[in-house]
């Protein structure tokens, strides 16, 4: 028999890391360890582990384990449904040859709810699963480990990232940071961010993968700040915050980036390029018009960009989209930064949803410059529109309209 006691206080905290940790609780195998006051829950499937370490109280093993094997999440409902406010909730555990009933009371009301649990776990693989994340930091993390840090600046540039990694489709599944400059390719463009400060030390590339940093955010209410570990060959990852530790381990590093020479061809030719200034605000304003009017299979949110004499004079652009239910027409101004076009009318589908996300990143800016050529998309330097500012360098792919 394995008998404790969980306060309230301490209970909070496990609801809200059990919470916080949903992506490595699903498809684990959750074990519950007890030693000298201690409540460890260990979260284990082929890919991560996870120790969370509390504090209990009234610990007693009587003729028993000092494991047991459980559905956390069941185990953890149940805790919170009997747990008054200002007390503590009692946990009794029996463990037989194939089963283990863990009984959850009230100490004051005696009310009492039994969870049933048929996966044994023989001592020999509780302990190689307890000792697993030490063992793996010794093998791996010991020496020429490279440390990054994760904050809120970091995590929206590598959001909007994994918007485009969803949205291509692509194998691309990492991007790299290097000291301040993040760097990410994929069929819909080329991104690169200046970062407000360096997030790493290390004299080289990190590679950084979106899904761990989905991981990670288990930790974001614990710290503004984290800093991640990676191994010298970037395959495991680890992170450890007061009680809680995760260790990860990574797919192979798929960044593709294209060369020099790659880029001058996409990118607008200088000597025949529109170079605008466009206040994000009012080109956010613009976008706005098409929100919510046009089926969902409108995936990359293109909008009909067209220039004319006529429009240029004015400075302004006109965006256009239309389907069988809804069309929309508006006007965006702009600044001429340079102008060297062979031709003033020209029409491309701009891919706003890209470019919105992108200029949600440095919203705090003002203004945003963009630059494209009036060239088909199958010649040089026509299938690129340049966007700069102070934090961003990025080559966004645009599709000439059929219309």
């Keep these: ?27 684990s195998r959750h074990i519950v360890y007890l030693e000298e006051n201690k409540l460890i829950i260990l979260l284990e499937n082929s890919f991560n582990i996870a120790m ?27 805790l919170n449904k009997l747990c008054s406010k200002d007390s503590s909730v009692r946990t009794e555990v029996e463990i037989n040859s194939n089963t283990t009933k863990i009984t959850v009371i009230n100490i004051n009301t005696e009310f009492k709810i039994s969870l049933m649990n048929y996966d044994g776990l023989s001592e020999k693989f509780a302990q190689l699963s307890k000792n697993k994340v030490n063992e793996l930091l010794e093998k791996y993390f010991v020496e020429n480990s490279i440390k990054f840090l994760v904050s809120r600046e970091l995590s929206d540039c590598i959001a909007i990232i994994k918007r485009s990694m969803f949205a291509t489709g692509n194998e691309v599944n990492s991007a790299i940071l290097n000291k301040n400059k993040l760097t990410y390719c994929d069929p819909q463009g080329i991104i690169g961010f200046n970062l407000s400060k360096n997030f790493s030390d290390y004299d080289g590339d ?67 390029q529109l170079k605008i200034k466009i206040n994000i605000a009012e080109y956010k304003e613009a976008m706005s018009k098409f929100d919510g009017l046009f089926n969902s299979d409108w995936k990359y949110n293109n909008i009909d960009t067209i220039i004319t004499d006529e429009l240029l004079a ?10 069988f239910n809804a069309s ?76």
């Design 328 to 403: 929309v027409e508006t006007y965006l101004n702009f600044e001429v930064v340079e102008n060297s076009l062979e031709t003033n009318n020209y029409s491309f589908l701009l891919p706003s949803s890209y470019i919105e996300d992108l200029l949600n990143l440095v919203i705090s800016e003002e203004n945003v410059i963009l630059s494209f050529s009036p060239i088909d998309t199958n010649q040089q330097n026509g299938l690129g529109i340049k966007i700069e500012s102070k934090k961003i360098n990025a080559i966004a792919i645009k599709i000439i309209s059929v219309s």
């Design 314 to 323: 004015s400075n302004s652009l006109k965006l256009v989209h239309e389907d």
């Design 206 to 272: 990190v590679y950084i993968q979106p899904a761990l940093l989905d991981k990670a955010s288990s930790f974001s209410k614990a710290v503004e700040e984290l800093s991640i570990e990676l191994d010298s060959s970037m395959r495991f990852a680890y992170m450890k915050v007061n009680n809680k530790q995760l260790l990860v381990s990574l797919d192979l590093n798929n960044f593709q980036y294209p060369d020099d020479s790659d880029i001058k061809y996409i990118e607008p030719a200088l000597n025949n």
């Design 52 to 78: 969370l370490e509390y504090e209990i109280s009234d610990l007693e093993i009587v003729d028993s384990k000092s494991y047991f094997v459980c559905n956390i999440q069941e185990y953890v409902h149940s």
């Design 1 to 27: 028999m394995i008998s404790y006691n969980i306060s309230r206080e301490v209970l909070n905290l496990i609801l809200e890391d059990i919470s916080a940790f949903k992506l490595i609780v699903k498809d």
